[in-house]
């Protein structure tokens, strides 16, 4: 089961340390997702992360520099229907140009996730869970139908959003490869080191125990 942490949207300098924590205690994956990062600022970036946990970083922009500093790979995001042409291009030249390289893909929909046959490394699907506590899965999905999807999907298939560690268990029985998360790590401000890792140990307790 992936344990993936997605980057906060802000600048810090600080977060490299709280990624290099994370990558210490069970991290499998990072996302760099930097909407406003100039591609020189993507280096200085990725060149405070150290060397060797390189081959875990996958980058939502500026993708060649996936090949140049040898990370794990590209993640190819698509919140516009006129943006549809221009993943699928980024999509082929991956494959084309760096053909080691992982590929991700998000979606917001499960009739999206059914339709793209195209084959990726795994996808995200958002958001899943309900931040609200209204309801334990969010209104987008059903847990029936998750299932009933998840367990013939061609990908491996990650949870994102409202993802919290008594929920991991129920992603797990519910057909999803892994988690992610996004705005619960970043959100907690004074001890969140101890939060990733009480994630990750539910983690590794549902991998040990849950079929």
């Not at 069970?26 to 992360?49: A, C, N, P, Q, T």
């Not at 990650?158 to 560690?165: H, Y």
């Not at 991991?168 to 959100?187: C, D, N, P, V």
């Amino acid at each position: 089961m992936k344990l993936i942490v997605i980057s906060s949207p802000n600048k810090s300098r600080s977060e490299i340390k709280h990624v290099v924590d994370f990558f210490e205690n069970g991290l499998d994956v990072f996302h760099i997702k930097k909407k406003g990062f100039s591609r020189s600022r993507m280096k200085e970036y990725i060149r405070m992360i150290p060397r060797k946990y390189h081959d875990r970083l996958v980058l939502h922009s500026h993708y060649s520099l996936a090949k140049q500093f040898g990370l794990r790979g590209i993640h190819i995001s698509r919140h516009k229907k006129r943006r549809k042409f221009i993943s699928v291009v980024h999509y082929y030249i991956a494959k084309i140009i760096a053909p080691g390289l992982k590929i991700s893909k998000s979606y917001h929909s499960i009739h999206s996730m059914v339709n793209d046959k195209k084959n990726y490394d795994y996808v995200f699907i958002s958001p899943v869970f309900d931040h609200h506590d209204i309801s334990v899965f969010s209104a987008a999905f059903g847990e029936k139908q998750l299932r009933s999807v998840l367990y013939k999907s061609k990908h491996e298939v990650i949870a994102l959003g409202g993802v919290r560690t008594e929920r991991i268990e129920l992603a797990r029985r519910t057909g999803f490869s892994g988690i992610a998360l996004h705005s619960a790590i970043w959100k907690e401000k004074t001890h969140r080191l101890q939060k990733f890792m009480e994630v990750s140990n539910e983690v590794q307790r549902v991998v040990r125990e849950v079929n």
